[in-house]
């Protein structure tokens, strides 16, 4: 079993529509976790930190399930903006280093 | 302020030419990371550096690959000699200090022929 894994998707959804991702871990020992948006031959960009309590920045809310050992990102009103994949990643059980998933891609449409 | 930086942007060699890559972190960052990133997947680590001190290096290939961060700031990731499957992007992450947020570079596009 992989440490990170997210469904690659892809989502497509219709301008205005709710979309989430989830990404579940294996280590249960894991602190940190993180949301990345990464477009086309660019390199990740963070997006928001996962905080125990969840954590909200305008459309997009991250939550952390540690019972289930998944996080979540949700996004609500989805602009053609949104069209990217989103890469979760959750710190090494050895260290800080961080693992990452494969990437959710969303294509978002008009 | 100015964010992490590599050079070159691209790079195209012939299997079995040496490569080095270049990586100035946000000032102030004393975290430096090397992913590696293939097409589809996820960044994968290869280094971590905490200021000049190599930290986890357990993911890079010692036999070819090698890196240094001599001063604690800059950071060199060398290939050599390269093979056809190191074609990937090569990312540089820094983070004020382990466990913090971690922002990436634009990466160098390694293409070996």
């Given at each position: 079993r992989k440490e990170v894994e997210q469904d690659p998707g892809p989502f497509n959804v219709p301008e205005g529509a709710t979309v989430a991702f989830n990404c579940t871990y294996?280590?249960?020992?894991s602190q940190s976790f993180f949301?990345?948006?990464?477009?086309?031959?660019?390199e990740p960009k963070l997006l928001m930190s996962v905080y125990s309590s969840g954590n909200e920045d305008g459309r997009f809310t991250a939550q952390l399930n540690r019972a289930s050992q998944y996080i979540s990102l949700l996004i609500r009103d989805s602009k053609l903006s949104d069209s990217a994949t989103y890469l979760c990643a959750v710190n090494r059980h050895s260290g800080y280093a961080l693992n990452f998933g494969k990437g959710t891609s969303l294509l978002v449409t008009p | 302020e100015a964010g992490v930086v590599q050079s070159p942007r691209y790079k195209i060699i012939e299997k079995k030419q040496p490569v080095a890559f270049w990586c100035n972190p946000i000032s102030g960052h004393n975290t430096l990371y090397w992913y590696l990133q293939n097409l589809?997947?996820?960044?994968?680590?290869?280094?971590?550096?905490?200021?000049?001190?190599?930290?986890?290096?357990s993911q890079l290939p010692k036999d070819r690959f090698s890196a240094e961060?001599?001063?604690?700031?800059?950071?060199?990731l060398k290939i050599q000699p390269a093979e056809?499957?190191?074609s990937a992007v090569y990312l540089c992450a820094?983070?004020?200090s382990a466990g913090n947020e971690q922002y990436f570079g634009p990466g160098t596009r390694l293409t070996v022929t």
């Amino acid at each position: 079993r992989k440490e990170v894994e997210q469904d690659p998707g892809p989502f497509n959804v219709p301008e205005g529509a709710t979309v989430a991702f989830n990404c579940t871990y294996s280590n249960s020992a894991s602190q940190s976790f993180f949301w990345y948006r990464q477009d086309c031959r660019k390199e990740p960009k963070l997006l928001m930190s996962v905080y125990s309590s969840g954590n909200e920045d305008g459309r997009f809310t991250a939550q952390l399930n540690r019972a289930s050992q998944y996080i979540s990102l949700l996004i609500r009103d989805s602009k053609l903006s949104d069209s990217a994949t989103y890469l979760c990643a959750v710190n090494r059980h050895s260290g800080y280093a961080l693992n990452f998933g494969k990437g959710t891609s969303l294509l978002v449409t008009p | 302020e100015a964010g992490v930086v590599q050079s070159p942007r691209y790079k195209i060699i012939e299997k079995k030419q040496p490569v080095a890559f270049w990586c100035n972190p946000i000032s102030g960052h004393n975290t430096l990371y090397w992913y590696l990133q293939n097409l589809g997947q996820g960044p994968e680590l290869l280094i971590r550096y905490e200021n000049e001190e190599a930290v986890d290096d357990s993911q890079l290939p010692k036999d070819r690959f090698s890196a240094e961060r001599l001063k604690g700031v800059d950071s060199t990731l060398k290939i050599q000699p390269a093979e056809l499957g190191d074609s990937a992007v090569y990312l540089c992450a820094s983070s004020l200090s382990a466990g913090n947020e971690q922002y990436f570079g634009p990466g160098t596009r390694l293409t070996v022929t």
